[in-house]
Structures are given as structure tokens and as C-alpha cells.
């Protein structure tokens, strides 16, 4: 079956750096636009950022030049690069992709910015 599994969140200062990584198996992944939201305690899931088959990507305004949405086909993976994190970015980060008429979603994974 299809599975994504995130990994890379942790705990880091403001201004720092962190790259999650999400790997997906039970589908072609090349061929199929991967996103990448987050949730933080209390709000509703949020879209941070998107990377189709073209590798063409597309950001929310709040990460937009902070954030950097890649993909490798050969590793059936997508990461995303976090720099200048702030504490507003603390979140619990999903990946998530779309095979058929079905939305498959990692577990997640713990990003907390924190002096």
C-alpha cells in the first residue's frame, strides 16, 4: 500500500536551519505532485508547500524565501530545506500526495523553534 514517512523535525534556536525528508513507497512517485503542510496546537492544517512532477514548486506567503521544496525520483523522496526558522514555524510537518481519488498522509513529524 502507499505509505509516506517523514523524518528530520526536531527542536531549533530561531534562525536556524532543519531539513525534513519524506519518503514514499507502494506508488510511482515521480509522475505526482507532493505537499507539504503543517499543523500547530490549536489551528487548522495548513498548505506550506507544493512540488509537482516538473519539479514546479509553489510556497505559502509565510515560508515563501525561507523555505525550499525539492524532490529526488530516484530515491522516491521529497525534502524540505528550513532556514531562518521562527517560532511561528513550530508545527507538526506532514507530507502528503494523491494517487487516484485518495490523499495519502505520513505521520508527521515534530519541528519546534525555541530559544
Known amino acids: 500500500q502507499v505509505q509516506l514517512v517523514e523524518s528530520g523535525g526536531g527542536l531549533v534556536q530561531p534562525g536556524g536551519s532543519l531539513t525534513l525528508s519524506c519518503v514514499v513507497s507502494g506508488t510511482i512517485f515521480s509522475n505526482r505532485p507532493v505537499m507539504w503542510y503543517r499543523q500547530a496546537p490549536g489551528q487548522q492544517r495548513e498548505l506550506v508547500a507544493v512540488i509537482g512532477s516538473s519539479r514546479a514548486t509553489n510556497y505559502a506567503d509565510s515560508v515563501k524565501g525561507r523555505f525550499t521544496v525539492s524532490r529526488d525520483n530516484a530515491k522516491n523522496t521529497t525534502y524540505l530545506q528550513m532556514d531562518s526558522l521562527k517560532p511561528e514555524d513550530t508545527a507538526v510537518y506532514y507530507c502528503?500526495?494523491?494517487?487516484?481519488?485518495?490523499?495519502?498522509w505520513g505521520q508527521g513529524t515534530q519541528v519546534t523553534v525555541s530559544s
Open positions: 502528503s500526495m494523491r494517487v487516484r481519488i485518495t490523499t495519502y
